[in-house]
């Protein structure tokens, strides 16, 4: 089985920063993508940001020039750089993967339970 822990959430000030992590464990073949997603009460998850495992990034508009993705292949985690915090960025943040657990599988999308993020104003 594969899981995903999510840690580096908690309270900050606006202008502050938080840096969050997500560790995949288990049995993986090959991670080809890790990213962060958000999702308030009542609505859909969003795309934070994502990363392929060769480096290439996607950031939502709400969160350019303020967040940084990267991720360290050899310990299967990804990172999330987040400054400059504004209020509007409170919420839950799931960590998300899409795993090949062996050569003869089919990637499948992975989540973390979430981690929770408050920036006070």
């Known amino acids: 089985q594969v899981q995903l822990v999510e840690s580096g959430g908690g309270l900050v000030q606006a202008g502050g920063s938080l840096r969050l992590s997500c560790a995949a464990s288990?049995?993986?073949?090959?991670?080809?993508?890790m990213g962060w997603y958000r999702q308030a009460p009542g609505k859909q998850r969003e795309l934070v940001a994502t990363i392929t495992s060769g480096g290439s990034t996607i950031y939502a508009d709400s969160v350019k020039g303020r967040f940084t993705i990267s991720r360290d292949n050899a310990k299967n985690t990804v990172y999330l750089q987040m400054n400059s915090l504004k209020p509007e960025d409170t919420i839950v943040y799931f960590c998300?993967?899409?795993?090949?657990?062996?050569?003869?599988?089919?990637?499948?999308?992975?989540w973390g339970r979430g981690t929770q993020v408050t920036v006070s104003s």
């Open positions: 998300n993967a899409v795993i090949i657990t062996d050569r003869y599988s089919t990637p499948s999308n992975y």
């Open positions: 288990g049995t993986i073949f090959r991670i080809n993508a």
